[in-house]
């Protein structure tokens, strides 16, 4: 029996999970065994990293030879240990994910670590539901549907979403928090805090509605759903640094619309929903088997108004979900999807939020991330789920 291992690197970028894809789907056309090991740390703090990696190790769950997760701990890992692991953003939706089927391991491999580990996410879990920013000014959701007692009741309760109002009065406290370390007018923290209400709300309810099954309706096992906001603070320069192989976002992270601090330091929000399912390209094949539109057509279809995957949910706002959340996002944003084989992006400040009738696929305006372009795309092996990464400045200028 073929054993292979994809070990995620410390100094992980998103080119390096490009990378990881081409090595899972090697093992998985060579009919292996596939383990994951994660890191202690991740040392680079990029923005959509941990998203990233999350759908990764998602897509490797749905391989039907995926093996063990394996952590960088003894087999014997005492609480400081355990504490330290924990700081690294993965380790509890990805130990989550895998906790009923796949299972965590030590370094070795030959240790199971859920007896030594199930306080942990306990104690993560009751943090969430009770909406509680972390450390260094991060606030994960995440919801285990595979996990009883693991859904979180600032989105669903009795199997019913939440309404926007909700929402927002359990996001204050923890998102005040995390404003209060760069924002002082309350204005500005009403503002912001409309604005990621709107935009949670809209993409959380979509895992909702549609990310909890497979293309046949039946209950995805195990399956993740949830959102990730982080303050997250660099200088321009260090930044355009990073992204300097992505000349759409250094054109972006480049606009004069973004204000910097004395330091020369930009503030942003970073906010991630993700899912495991089955993402927006396959489910919208499962509900129109005869449509003859592209995956990356298939996005664009999906963020025009009125459009819309889910079916038989009769609500007066359906299909404004996407839409939505460019035109919050309009003048300031930025915006990443990754699903199945497209990776997108739009600069809201750049390429401006434009209504459009349903049918005008054309007209909406997504970019390729790989070669920047908007009507030649790349197609990259393809990943379970979907991932929103979104950009949120938290100091702009008028321009």
Known sequence: ??????????????????????????????????HVSLPKVLKKQYFGL????????????????????LLSVSANPNANEIDELYE??????????????????DKSGMVNLRSALRDKNREITSKMKSVKAFKGYKLPLIISDHIAGASL???????????????RESLKPAVNEMLNYI??????????LDDLKKITFELMKNTFEWARTDK???????????????FYKNRRRTLVNDFKDHPGVVNYLNSKSLKEN???????????????????????????????????????????????????????????????????????????????????????IANN???????DVAKMELFDWKNESNSKYTYFPSASGSVITILYPLSTHEV
Request: some cysteine; overall charge neutral.
């Open 1 to 34: 029996m073929i054993q292979s291992v994809i070990s995620i690197k410390p100094a992980s970028t998103l080119e390096d999970v490009d990378l990881y894809y081409i090595d899972l789907f090697r093992y998985i056309k060579q009919g292996a065994t596939v």
């Open 50 to 69: 941990v998203p990233a990696l999350i759908q990764l190790v998602s897509t490797w769950v749905r391989y039907e030879k995926s093996g063990k997760l």
């Open 88 to 105: 690294n953003e993965i380790i509890y939706p990805l130990t989550a994910l895998v906790w009923n089927r796949n299972e965590v391991y």
């Open 153 to 167: 009741p600032i989105f669903e309760s009795s199997n019913d979403f939440k309404n926007e109002e909700e929402i």
């Open 183 to 192: 924002l002082s007018l309350k204005s500005e923290h009403n503002t912001v």
């Open 216 to 230: 046949d309706n039946v209950s995805l096992d195990p399956n993740i759903r949830g959102v990730i906001f982080k």
């Open 262 to 348: 004395t330091l020369g330091e930009l503030y942003f929000l970073e906010l991630s929903v993700f899912d495991s399912g089955v993402g927006f390209i396959d489910k919208y094949k499962s509900l129109h088997p005869s449509t003859k539109l592209s995956d990356v057509d298939i996005v664009k279809t999906c963020m025009i108004k009125h459009n819309t995957l889910a079916q038989g949910l009769e609500k007066e706002d359906k299909g404004i979900g996407l839409d939505r959340v460019l035109k919050t996002l309009n003048k300031k944003g930025f915006l990443r999807i990754k699903t199945a084989t497209v990776c997108l992006y739009r600069d809201l």
């Open 353 to 359: 939020y434009l209504e459009l009738e349903k049918g």
